[in-house]
């Protein structure tokens, strides 16, 4: 089916670790296509686009003077076999992102991706840097020992067995000399910046990475700097472990997540006390876990910038004029589209796509043109000079080329408007990408730099269509005031469909449409999705009401119902379009854009209440907060002003002379015990004034003060020094080991952690309690099945529960049982800390449900 065979090549590959491929071709030419179900157009916008001539467009590298003798294809075909073949100097696989073919490259980011992940991990975010840092490529080198061969999951060198877990864990392996990058991969990283300058003719270099990547770029700068390579630049991400050295006049960035669960922020700022240098910008972003976020990818490019400037007109960007800003807010809605198709690949599945498209559709064809990445377009020429350009995403049909043509022949004849059908991909997961491809590839679409566009999506299409249009406002102004109407042909609105147990709507129409800022024109169409009713309401009178509201609102300037279809059918001279649609489209063509109305509050509702909130939900949730409601402060007081009150009430008490005794007898202590004094000092020392601003008492309140002394100290630089020092006073660098432990709440229920549920009696349940054991019945909510585990009481947390299951089930991670309740169409997760309580029947018995793993 046309869906299934797209292809969509999104970034170059290029392979010094073999010779030469089936065809025979250098390896070094062949460009290699990723997942198609979330794959953003990685080549340039405005370079090769099939296949084939993106094969010609890929230049050859050079190869390396040490990389004499390589192993040819053949039977040794494991490939962590076939890298103990590969000479030390030989230069990573590397995937390019960046600039046009062809157009001159004036600055260089090469980034290393982290441990145990996909070679092609860091794409998203090498396609927003893309956009932030024009004339730059993206060097993406994929790390050469393969520790997961179903999944690709790769790693720059074989750690010890043993993942470290804690501070203490990566304090022992650094003693031990177990964080060091072995000598040859250090010298391949080498011989890949040696490539990489080559290649680029010395552009000016910037060094970084994420997690392990970044621990082989900082451990590599002295063979960098022997070998005459050192970049203008270094940035370490979540991975400062040890110190190093920085060379003479190489500058570094340093950013840390706060509340980052694999490397302890704790760890970042005692290596950076230690090397204590000048050259070094550290940061810590409070509510960033281990990942890369959006605000990260805006500071790496302020530091290129900054160190690596490049003058406005001397660019080859045929968007010179963009401005920073722009750029910033292009690039947070590439990451945010990424995101969004990753989340939708699931509903890619025929079991989905059969009720919204024809599964065996027939597209454009090879002959159409293409945009980069490969998306299929035909256009239709008006006679005469053309006034401008409708984009047109066609329906559920048989053909597209054939049920396409009536109606863009009838906008020809009628308006004098060219008609660019575009054959989008007909996946879930697609539909923003594609919309978003066409937006940034606009000119070719139109052939034209200024022409006015109408957009006009029908049935399905108007998932792509809305898409393009509420995406659009934080695209430069320039493309923004190109778009002059959205046409919703037969379209939908809220699509629900069963989903296991649930009804879902990913795509969500409604929800995007409400952020559209242009004129909109209603098109009652005949779709087979248009007669799609949703709790009883049709499609038309549910986008009708929207947009009427919208109206009133003046979220949009003006708004045309239709109650007809687009193409109106006579027999005496066929098809023509409808005089009401001819009339919307002129009206809007003749009036002032609706991005010069908006000014300079164009896209600020999007992004702050789609691209900002998204960004923050993308963001790692740190395990220990799991099920933990965030506080709310009461009534009366802002949250800074009230946590300013609460920090000044607890640095008098850390000033006590038995606060000092007990903290130096808790960092005295060893192990766990250390934890339960520290944990006893936690309760009577904060929990008194927390409860009084409306924390919730015991292990649940000191949890959610931290989560809203991290957040809120995120916007308020006196808070956060606040926030440090509090830390420092009652050491509460140890909560989240205490938490994740289990010795938070089992020493603030009173109970010693040695009777907790890590200590499994009888059928799998907890040992020890005076009374009677409770069974509880556990059923997955989602995959079915039920077991049955014992806890000691009804005093037993919930916490002793996923322990008692966790125990049962063999299950090392405490993430993957996960104890709920159901609100309405909502699943919500119970907190660690709350006791059975009235869940248990006079029978001594409970019931509970649960999502994370199968109970197998």
Known sequence: PHRATCRFPSALM???????????????????????????????????????????????????????????????????????????????????????????????????????????????????????????????????VLLDTEHGL???????????????????????????????????????????????????????????????VAQSLADLSRAQLLPRGVVVLSGLVEAFKLPVGVRCLVLHGGQDSRVPVDIAKEVAAEMNSQSMKFEVLPRLGHEVSDQELDMIAAFCNEHAPLSRGGGSDASAHISDEERVRAAKLARYVKRMSEGLSVYDKDWYMKHLCDLDMRGLGDDCQTLPGGLRYCIHKAAGSARGTVLLFHGKVRDVRAETSSLAAAYARALALDVAVVDYRQSASCFGLDAQTCLECLEQLTGSATGLVIIHGTGLGSACAIHMAMSAQVMPAAVDRRLRLLVLDGAFGALHMNVGCTTKDPIANDSKLAYVRMPVCLVGGDDPLFGVTTNGETQWSALSDLCEEMLKDKRIPSLAQISETALLRSSSEGASLNPELAAAVR????????????????????????????????????????GVEPWRPPKGGRAKVQLEAICEVLLKVAASAQHATTLTEAKATAGAGRLEVLVKLWLGSLSPTLVAHGFQAGAIGLLQFESAMASTSEFFADLKALHGRISDAFNLQELPAAAKSGVLHSAAAGA????????????GGVAGGAGGKVSVVVEHLTKGGSINIFVDSAESTILDVRKAIMQKLEEASINKVKIVIQEGRRTKMIPDGEALGARVDKEGRAELLMVGRALQ
């Open 14 to 144: 290029f392979d010094f670790d073999e010779l030469d491929d089936e065809e025979g071709r250098p390896a070094a030419e062949v460009p290699v296509a990723p997942r198609c179900a979330a794959a953003t157009t990685l080549l340039a916008r405005g370079g090769g686009s099939d296949l084939e001539a993106a094969e010609a467009q890929v230049p050859v590298a050079p190869q390396c003077s040490a990389t004499a003798a390589l192993p040819a294809r053949g039977a040794g075909s494991d490939p962590e076999t076939a890298e103990t073949q590969v000479s030390p100097l030989t230069p990573f696989k590397c995937r390019l992102v960046g600039p046009a073919t062809g157009a001159a490259v004036r600055r260089v980011l090469v980034l290393l991706h982290g441990w145990r992940v996909s070679g092609d991990d860091l794409e998203s975010e090498a396609e927003a840097l893309r956009i932030l840092l024009p004339d730059t490529v993206v060097v993406l080198p994929e790390a050469p």
């Open 154 to 216: 790769r790693s720059w060198w074989t750690p010890r067995d043993a993942t470290p877990e804690t501070a203490e864990d990566i304090r022992a392996l650094r003693r031990e000399g177990l964080l060091r990058a072995p000598e040859d991969t250090r010298q391949r990283l080498v011989a890949t910046v040696g490539w990489v300058l080559r290649k680029f003719d010395g552009a000016p270099l910037f060094l970084g990475g994420f997690s392990q990547g970044s621990q082989l």
């Open 587 to 626: 009206v809007a063509l003749d009036r002032l854009p609706a991005a010069a109305e908006r000014g300079q509050e164009r896209g600020k509702d999007f992004m702050t209440d789609v691209l900002d909130v998204s960004e923050e939900f993308s963001q790692e949730r740190p395990p220990e907060l799991e």
């Open 752 to 763: 010693s952690p040695t009777n907790s549920a890590t200590k499994s009696g009888a059928g």
